[in-house]
C-alpha cells in the first residue's frame, strides 16, 4: 500500500514538474520571438501562446506598409521566425496593429 501511495505521489510530481517545464520552454520562445523582431528592426506590440498557437502582433505605421500587403514578405518573416523555433508542433499567427 505504502509503495502505491509513494509511486502515486511520483507521479503526480512528475507530471506537476513536466508541465513546469513545458511553461518555462514556452516563455522562453516567446522571448525568443519578441527579441528577434526587435534585432529585425520591428516594433512589437504583443506575442503570446494561447490555445496551441503563438500569436505574433507587430506595429506598423500604416495597412500599406510593404510587410501587410506583400503576401512574400510576411511568409518569409514567418518562416524565418519558425526557423529558430525551440517549442514545435504548433500553429504561429502573425497579425498587425497601426502604431
Not at 506590440?45 to 490555445?51: N, R, W
Not at 506598423?60 to 508542433?89: H, P, R
Amino acid at each position: 500500500m505504502k509503495k502505491m501511495i509513494l509511486f502515486m505521489v511520483s507521479a503526480f510530481v512528475l507530471i506537476g514538474t513536466a508541465e513546469k517545464g513545458s511553461d518555462l520552454l514556452i516563455e522562453k520562445q516567446l522571448n525568443n520571438v519578441e527579441n528577434y523582431l526587435v534585432q529585425k528592426g520591428y516594433e512589437v506590440d504583443g506575442v503570446s501562446f494561447d490555445d496551441n498557437t503563438f500569436r505574433v502582433v507587430v506595429k506598423v505605421n500604416s495597412y500599406e506598409d510593404e510587410i501587410v500587403t506583400d503576401a512574400s514578405k510576411k511568409n518569409e518573416l514567418m518562416s524565418e521566425i519558425q526557423e529558430g523555433s525551440i517549442y514545435f508542433n504548433s500553429a504561429m499567427t502573425l497579425s498587425f496593429v497601426i502604431s
